[in-house]
């Protein structure tokens, strides 16, 4: 679905007659640029390592959005205590302990209702395992996106419409445009303003 509907054309400066495949690929092309299947609420998985000493990791996509009827973001969160890297045994004692009850590697369900989490950095907060180790790999599937479009998204959208149709190189006459050549184009069409726009949903572990 484009990003910008025919009701809102004239209000960000477009023709009213534009096509439906000038907006289609526009938004294709937002989703390319903020490196994510797109700005609606998906739904991701990542395996996720925790750093020595800290309990906190962040999620790649944002912002954490459950989707109706859902009441949270998160559909399953699994975390385990891996065996550390070398130079990360925090606890020696207490990791011997886990090793002698084949705890290591054993990934333990756990109620999202127990993990801190910050919607709009994407930060989730672990509590220690039962024998009072911190855990050290996670597993979390949840739901991230735009649950209402803002007006940024928007004129993003219509702003790289407007490159295309200044661009020489494609035919702004044509019924329906070449993806490959709007992906060819695709760093004259999304300028600095239009990389401003979007700078606050593109994917933070991916650049």
Same mark, same amino acid.
């Given at each position: 679905?484009?990003?910008?509907?025919?009701?809102?054309?004239?209000?960000?400066?477009?023709?009213?007659?534009?096509?439906?495949?000038? !907006?289609? $690929?526009?938004?294709?092309?937002?989703?390319?640029?903020?490196?994510?299947?797109?700005?609606?609420?998906?739904?991701?998985?990542?395996?996720?390592?925790?750093? *020595?000493?800290?309990?906190?990791?962040?999620?790649?996509?944002? #912002?954490?959005? #459950?989707?109706?009827? %859902?009441?949270?973001? /998160?559909?399953?969160?699994?975390?385990?205590?891996?065996?550390?890297?070398?130079?990360?045994?925090?606890?020696?004692?207490?990791?011997?302990? *886990?090793?002698? /009850?084949?705890?290591?590697? %054993?990934?333990?369900?756990?109620?999202?209702?127990?993990?801190?989490? $910050?919607?709009?950095?994407?930060?989730? @907060?672990?509590?220690?395992?039962?024998?009072?180790?911190?855990?050290?790999?996670?597993? $979390?599937?949840?739901? *991230?996106?735009?649950? !209402?479009?803002?007006?940024?998204?928007?004129?993003?959208?219509?702003? @790289?419409?407007?490159?295309?149709?200044?661009?020489?190189?494609?035919? $702004?006459?044509?019924?329906? !445009?070449?993806?490959?050549?709007?992906?060819?184009?695709?760093?004259?069409?999304?300028?600095?303003?239009?990389?401003?726009?979007?700078?606050?949903?593109? %994917?933070?572990?991916?650049?």
């Amino acid at each position: 679905m484009g990003y910008l509907q025919p009701t809102d054309y004239e209000s960000f400066g477009l023709a009213s007659d534009t096509t439906d495949d000038w !907006i289609t $690929v526009a938004s294709a092309l937002i989703d390319s640029h903020c490196r994510r299947l797109s700005l609606n609420p998906t739904q991701y998985m990542e395996r996720l390592r925790l750093t *020595a000493g800290s309990q906190t990791v962040r999620l790649t996509y944002l #912002p954490l959005t #459950p989707i109706a009827p %859902a009441t949270s973001p /998160f559909i399953n969160i699994q975390a385990r205590y891996a065996r550390p890297r070398r130079g990360q045994m925090i606890y020696p004692m207490q990791e011997e302990i *886990a090793w002698a /009850f084949a705890l290591p590697g %054993a990934w333990t369900q756990m109620d999202p209702s127990t993990v801190d989490f $910050v919607p709009y950095t994407g930060e989730l @907060i672990f509590p220690m395992n039962v024998l009072g180790l911190p855990y050290n790999e996670v597993q $979390v599937t949840y739901t *991230a996106g735009l649950s !209402i479009i803002p007006d940024a998204v928007m004129a993003a959208c219509a702003l @790289i419409v407007k490159n295309a149709q200044a661009t020489p190189g494609l035919n $702004v006459k044509s019924s329906k !445009i070449d993806t490959m050549q709007m992906q060819y184009f695709s760093d004259t069409l999304i300028d600095s303003t239009v990389q401003t726009l979007l700078k606050p949903w593109v %994917a933070n572990r991916l650049g």
